[in-house]
């Protein structure tokens, strides 16, 4: 015989709420442990010009999200979670080489105060093309006070312009984010 228990708000012994639901079957953690946050993803609305074969901030201006304001998309480019813990981190670089010249590597970088902590390269020296995308990806740990995270590329093409594609809310282009880990 199976049993309900039926609840609007589940409280610890200090009577602080962990866990609330509306009655509709939403349930929302109150917990600053259980919650993904701080998180955001950020796009580049339009192709970033980066020198060739230069490590290169990327600067993803449009937001999908920022739930705790930790992302800067206008001037700094950084996510600097306020909050102690484990965090995923992942991006992709869209690199593109113009029409007159071909691409030989991209890389997708994630750097943590200023440091390289993650890297991804793309490499096709042997036959080179136009459009390159890796994604890269990291768990790193986060003060909550002062440490930062920075996404940068790296367009290698034979001649003529590099740049990092654009995207859009749904689509292939030059993105990152983070969430907290729950641990």
Known sequence: MASIIKANQLQDFGGN??????????????????????????????????????ATKAQPNTE??????????????????????????????????DGSSYMNVTKSMIYKNGS???????????????????????????NGSSDYFEFYGT????????TFQASTSNLDGTRWGAYKIIE
Request: net charge negative; no cysteine; aromatic share 10%.
């Open 155 to 162: 367009v290698n093409g034979t001649t003529g312009s590099q």
């Open 64 to 97: 999908l999200f920022d739930t705790d304001s930790a992302y800067d998309n206008s001037s700094t480019y950084r996510f600097t979670p306020q909050v102690a813990g484990k965090y995923l981190l992942w991006g992709a670089i869209a690199g593109y080489s």
């Open 17 to 54: 709420s962990i866990l609330t639901s509306d009655g509709a079957g939403v349930v929302t953690p109150n917990a600053s442990g259980i919650k993904n946050t701080p998180a955001f993803e950020a796009y580049l609305s339009s192709a970033q010009s980066v020198s060739d074969n230069t």
């Open 116 to 142: 390289v902590v993650r890297n991804v390269t793309m490499d096709l020296r042997g036959n080179p093309g136009r459009y390159l995308m890796p994604h890269v990806q990291t768990i790193q740990e986060a």
